[in-house]
């Protein structure tokens, strides 16, 4: 790998990781200038997906298992991946991300500061959630994966995320 683009995708990393932890927001990161290194094929973001923060669902209202993880993908946008993932019913259940670090109970949750990720695809096994576009400057002020009843307007279960 080109010794500039490496550095440029760490600092990348180092700026967007930096907020996951601290519970700070963070201010978007501009790309890094366009440079003469080999293809996007040879970084290692082309590779296939890096793992950047983990999670394990627990109670709010309702029972989850299951971890989540907030995966950078080649393309540099950002997805979060559900694996060995349980819930009773996905009736009425969003995935939704939230700046804050844990959530215990829905009124933690500033319901105009979410970011919807869509409907629960389903009770069980490994789902992937696309986190829009227009995020991935940001995606790492998000802290916490929740699954959010959308009839009911409450938390079932949270997942925050914490540094690979």
């Given at each position: 790998?080109?010794?500039?683009?490496?550095?440029a995708?760490?600092?990348?990393?180092i700026?967007l990781?930096?907020?996951c932890?601290s519970?700070?927001?963070?201010t978007p990161?501009?790309?890094?200038?366009?440079s003469t290194?080999?293809s996007?094929?040879?970084?290692?973001a082309a590779?296939?997906?890096?793992t950047v923060?983990m999670?394990?669902?627990?109670?709010v209202?309702?029972d989850?298992?299951g971890t989540?993880?907030?995966?950078?993908?080649a393309d540099g946008?950002f997805?979060i991946v559900?694996?060995e993932?349980s819930?009773?019913?996905a009736?009425h259940?969003?995935?939704?991300?939230v700046?804050?670090t844990?959530?215990?109970k829905g009124?933690?949750i500033d319901?105009?500061?979410i970011v919807?990720?869509g409907?629960?695809t389903?009770?069980?096994?490994?789902?992937?959630?696309?986190?829009?576009?227009?995020?991935?400057?940001?995606a790492?002020?998000?802290?916490?994966?929740?699954?959010?009843d959308?009839?009911?307007k409450?938390?079932n279960?949270?997942?925050?995320?914490t540094?690979?």
């Amino acid at each position: 790998m080109h010794r500039a683009a490496g550095s440029a995708l760490v600092v990348l990393s180092i700026a967007l990781l930096a907020g996951c932890t601290s519970g700070a927001t963070t201010t978007p990161v501009a790309s890094p200038p366009p440079s003469t290194a080999p293809s996007a094929a040879s970084s290692p973001a082309a590779s296939g997906p890096t793992t950047v923060a983990m999670g394990t669902f627990h109670r709010v209202d309702a029972d989850a298992t299951g971890t989540v993880a907030l995966e950078h993908l080649a393309d540099g946008t950002f997805a979060i991946v559900f694996e060995e993932f349980s819930i009773a019913s996905a009736e009425h259940t969003n995935v939704i991300l939230v700046s804050n670090t844990d959530v215990t109970k829905g009124a933690d949750i500033d319901q105009t500061k979410i970011v919807d990720l869509g409907p629960l695809t389903g009770t069980a096994g490994m789902q992937d959630y696309k986190v829009p576009a227009a995020m991935t400057a940001g995606a790492m002020g998000y802290h916490t994966v929740v699954l959010w009843d959308t009839a009911m307007k409450h938390a079932n279960a949270a997942a925050p995320l914490t540094l690979k």
